[in-house]
Nanobody, 125 residues
Framework: QVQVVESGGGLVQAGGSLRLSCAAS????????MGWFRQAPGKEREFVAA????????YYSDSVKGRFTISRDNAKNTVSLQMNSLKPEDTAVYYC??????????????????WGQGTQVTVSS
């Protein structure tokens, strides 16, 4: 099975930046679809960004488009989420997810097979 571990969360003031990292196990990481989701207290988990296999096609939610950038380093089995111009509304637990099966819609939680424990991002106003 694929193990997924996020890191890089923390406390930042509005307008600041954070870079989240996600490490995933597997010899065929370059074939994985990777996604970031987030969940704020009392709210459902929502899609943030995704990057598809070695083609590196990217997808973003409208709320983060232009502010967040997802990237991957297949040689290191890692995916990053660079978050700029952070807003208090971005406060949430951020989860990294991996899909190693058939191609599925990258914006849907159900498309992913494996999930990390999450990392807390708190943006103060």
């Amino acid at each position: 099975q694929v193990q997924v571990v996020e890191s890089g969360g923390g406390l930042v003031q509005a307008g600041g930046s954070l870079r989240l990292s996600c490490a995933a196990s597997g010899r065929t990481f370059s074939t994985y679809n990777m996604g970031w989701f987030r969940q704020a207290p009392g709210k459902e988990r929502e899609f943030v960004a995704a990057i598809i296999r070695s083609d590196a096609y990217t997808y973003y939610s409208d709320s983060v488009k232009g502010r967040f950038t997802i990237s991957r380093d297949n040689a290191k089995n890692t995916v990053s989420l660079q978050m700029n111009s952070l807003k208090p509304e971005d406060t949430a637990v951020y989860y990294c997810a991996a899909q190693n099966g058939v191609e599925r819609p990258p914006r849907l939680q159900s498309s992913y097979n494996y999930w990390g424990q999450g990392t807390q991002v708190t943006v103060s106003s």
